[in-house]
């Protein structure tokens, strides 16, 4: 069965130093992937998104990569901030005819300053 | 205002009690979205609609309903709920075409007691 996978142990990283999110999938053969954003008690926000044709994505100081031959998403937030805690989820897209994103679990980034 | 509003924010009803959670979007979007976050398991789709007259049974349709009254309006129901039914609820749009992202809602916390 199709399956997403995200570090369920939360990241604890010192402010300034850069965190790395990983989404693992198997099972499936997404066009597209995206990250988003979770606060406590409200609804993702969307930061990236990334085709399958596509290496690496930048964002101010977010970079997604898409590796499809290891089936894996990196995210990366540079200079992290205490700001910048939060869960983060990935999500992905098959193409063509009923498009559906689909969740991974999310990892919880805490920043410290 | 928000782009998706959904109501009630939290809810407490009673075991096998009938409950209708409203969504409501203004970006005009045709693709509405039902999904339920439990810790540790993400996001999973309950339900989705691309127009009026076209619903699709997510992951996890069983115990719950849906309407789409018209393009800005998706409803979830649980007929009768039930304790493991509770969670918290997002409503999500995205534009029709393309890999848009998706905009969620704040969220209703449903506790069923």
């Known amino acids: 069965s199709q399956k997403i996978e995200q570090n369920s142990e939360a990241l604890n990283i010192q402010e300034g130093k850069t965190a790395t999110l990983t989404c693992n999938y198997t099972?499936?053969?997404?066009?597209?992937l995206q990250w988003y954003r979770q606060d406590p008690g409200r609804g993702p926000v969307f930061l990236l998104l990334?085709?399958?044709?596509?290496k690496e994505k930048r964002k101010e100081r977010l970079k997604v990569t898409f590796d499809t031959t290891l089936k894996q998403s990196l995210f990366h937030i540079t200079a992290s901030q205490p700001a910048d805690s939060a869960t983060y989820l990935c999500?992905?897209?098959?193409?063509?005819?009923?498009?559906?994103?689909?969740f991974g679990a999310g990892t919880r980034l805490a920043v410290h300053p | 205002d928000a782009d998706v509003t959904q109501t009630p924010r939290n809810r407490i009803t009673k075991t096998g009690k009938r409950i209708m959670l409203e969504c409501s979007q203004t970006?005009?979007?045709?693709?509405m979205y039902w999904y339920r976050q439990d810790p540790g398991l993400g996001l999973r789709l309950i339900y989705y609609?691309?127009?009026?007259?076209?619903?699709n049974k997510g992951e996890i349709s069983d115990g719950y309903s849906v309407s789409r009254q018209a393009q800005a309006k998706f409803s979830l129901s649980l007929e009768s709920a039930i304790p493991n039914q509770t969670a918290l609820y997002f409503c999500?749009?995205?534009?029709?075409?393309?890999?848009?992202?998706?905009?969620f809602g704040q969220g209703t916390r449903l506790t069923v007691v």
């Open positions: 999500a749009t995205r534009a029709g075409v393309g890999n848009t992202e998706a905009f």
């Open positions: 990334i085709r399958e044709n596509e």
């Open positions: 609609s691309f127009d009026v007259k076209d619903i």
């Open positions: 970006k005009g979007h045709d693709r």
């Open positions: 099972n499936y053969s997404p066009a597209y």
């Open positions: 999500a992905l897209e098959s193409s063509g005819g009923y498009n559906k994103l689909i």
